[in-house]
């Protein structure tokens, strides 16, 4: 099983940045893609970015231009560069990885949700 752990959230106020951290072992040797979500209390989880073996990368529409999703494989990590942030990006941030199909290992489809961090936004 390929588990993601999230760090770097912390509290920031607006036009802030952060960079949020996701570590998986074996998540480049098994050619996971990967994919950050988030979520506030009470709502649903919101897909926020992805980075695909390849390096392709995708974002919603609510963060693309401030947001940037890189990866370095040798350390099997992923980070998020919130730039900009607003008080509506506050929310508990998950990584998670992503089977891709045939090219990745079905294990990168097996992880589970991990503890999250915590970005607060203030005004």
């Known amino acids: 099983q390929v588990q993601a752990v999230e760090s770097g959230g912390g509290s920031v106020q607006a036009g802030g940045s952060l960079r949020l951290s996701c570590t998986a072992p074996?998540?480049?040797?098994?050619?996971?893609?990967m994919d950050w979500y988030r979520q506030v209390a009470g709502k649903q989880r919101e897909w926020v970015s992805s980075?695909?073996?390849?390096?392709?990368?995708a974002y919603a529409a609510s963060v693309k231009g401030r947001f940037t999703i890189s990866k370095d494989n040798p350390t099997d990590t992923v980070y998020l560069e919130m730039n900009d942030l607003i008080p509506e990006d506050t929310a508990t941030y998950f990584c998670?990885?992503?089977?891709?199909?045939?090219?990745?290992?079905?294990?990168?489809?097996?992880?589970?949700w991990g503890q999250g961090t915590q970005v607060t936004v203030s005004s």
């Open positions: 998670k990885t992503k089977y891709e199909g045939w090219s990745s290992d079905p294990r990168c489809g097996e992880s589970s």
């Open positions: 074996k998540f480049t040797a098994y050619r996971c893609g």
């Open positions: 980075i695909l073996a390849d390096g392709s990368t």
